[in-house]
């Protein structure tokens, strides 16, 4: 669109800009289809762009992927692009702050690429609603503020290094791609502004660690950035044992500390008991038969190994919204890293009940300890269950939860539709013994 057109959307629209609303649009056109060329959009893409004010990128978005979900604040706006694009099946359009819009929906839409020319104003929120780990985007391109952008890409050292720039770049690798002058937007703003690409961090390029911590200890201790960061963390571990093992000075400041330094800082203070330790290849299980009868005893490398039949256990827990929670399994698990599976599971230790192994597992994976468990199924022994006997239970839960690093990467509660959605459309984001303990599970939670 060209700067006629997007005027004459205004006008018809009766929309004069909003300062309070961040609204400058981009008029330039070459600079809009180089920014959506930037994404790489392909023809099996979802693309979920918040801001489309009057359709500068959307207009060559559209044609290119499979599906468009359009999160506008403006009501005048949101209805434009209703009208726009009305009848066209595949883009979806939704009156919403993309700060607070629900993006879990995104998850059963993957591949999912994120594009946004953000307002200054709330666009780091934006980015923590849509970009924080577990997420469903897989490539990010937006438009900010320059200065903002400054403080995303800023290294240990330089002044603009802060807490935005940790909590950035401890999931994505950012890059600025292009400077964009005032009179590209309609009307001028007073600064520049900076398009950037993110892509996903290698998760292997940092040990796993609590991401809730991370940012609970850097609120801390970014608070006063100019003081000893030491007097604003927990007692114990000692700081003289933690700073040594982490090479810095007693002395040492928030702004000092690199992003791996903080990753493990933050392991060193996570008081999780199995925060290092996604599984013990010693751990002794109950070897069984078809009958679920013991039979006698190994460790779970040679049962693994063998394909030998044991036990195990599946809790699926729900909260007051009658939603489920998943967890996404730690890429550090020996079976199927990185899928999601069930709020809680695991194998039954040398003679153990089912019962006493599911309420370990939601202690150790979840640290829910008062629940009240409902069994519901038993699945037989089969490939999709790794040859498991297991045993399925449910249980409701709406207080915090306490997961270990090493085993599970993120919790993230989802309504049975979008679950049921999710698995039709995308079954290998699934552990294939999650699948089968919810085909057993949702007849009886209707």
């Not at 109950?286 to 006698?296: A, K, M």
Request: net charge negative; hydrophobic share 40%.
């Amino acid at each position: 669109m060209n700067a006629t057109q997007i005027r004459d959307v205004l006008e018809k629209a009766g929309i004069e800009p909003s300062k309070a609303m961040g609204q400058n649009f981009l008029i330039d056109e070459n600079i809009a289809r180089a920014i959506v060329s930037y994404l790489e959009i392909g023809p099996d893409d979802c693309v979920v762009e918040v801001g489309p004010g009057t359709g500068a990128l959307t207009e060559f978005a559209a044609p290119l992927c499979r599906k468009l979900i359009l999160v506008e604040y403006d009501a005048r706006l949101a209805a434009y692009h209703r009208e726009r694009w009305a009848g066209d099946a595949h883009v979806e359009v939704h009156h919403a702050d993309g700060a607070s819009w629900d993006p879990r929906c995104l998850f059963a839409e993957r591949p999912v690429k994120f594009l946004g020319n953000l307002p200054y104003s709330c666009g780091g929120a934006i980015l923590a609603n849509f970009l924080t780990a577990p997420c469903a985007c897989e490539r990010a391109v937006v438009m900010l503020q320059k200065e903002f952008i400054d403080r995303i890409l800023a290294e240990p050292g330089d002044d603009a290094f802060g807490i935005l720039s940790l909590r950035v770049q401890m999931d994505w690798v950012p890059r600025a791609l292009k400077m964009v002058p005032p009179e590209a937007f309609s009307p001028r703003p007073k600064v520049d502004s900076t398009v950037m690409l993110l892509t996903p961090r290698d998760p292997r390029s940092l040990p796993p660690f609590d991401h809730r911590l991370a940012d609970s200890l850097m609120q801390r201790c970014y608070a006063q950035r100019r003081k000893q960061m030491y007097k604003f963390l927990p007692e114990s571990p000692d700081w003289a044992t933690v700073a040594s093992k982490l090479g810095i000075a007693p002395t040492a400041r928030a702004e000092e500390l690199s992003l791996r330094q903080w990753v493990e800082l933050t392991n060193l203070y996570d008081p999780n008991p199995l925060a290092s330790v996604p599984q013990r290849d010693d751990e002794l299980f109950d070897v069984v038969n078809e009958q679920d009868e013991v039979v006698g005893q190994a460790s779970r490398r040679e049962v693994h190994e063998g394909n030998l039949l044991h036990r195990a256990v599946h809790i699926l827990v729900f909260n007051k919204h009658r939603d489920c929670l998943l967890q996404k399994r730690s890429l550090l698990k020996d079976r199927q890293p990185g899928l999601w599976d069930s709020s809680a599971a695991g194998h039954l230790d040398a003679g153990e009940s089912y019962e006493e192994a599911a309420r370990r597992e939601l202690a150790e994976e979840l640290g829910i300890s008062d629940a009240r468990l409902v069994r519901l199924a038993h699945l037989n022994p089969s490939p999709d269950t790794g040859w498991e006997h297991v045993e399925l239970y449910a249980a409701l839960h709406n207080g915090k939860l306490r997961f270990p690093a090493a085993e599970i990467e993120g919790v993230l509660p989802f309504s049975a539709a979008l679950i049921n959605r999710w698995i039709e459309r995308r079954p290998q984001d699934f552990a294939r013994s999650f699948i089968r303990c919810w085909e057993l599970a949702k007849p009886l939670l209707s």
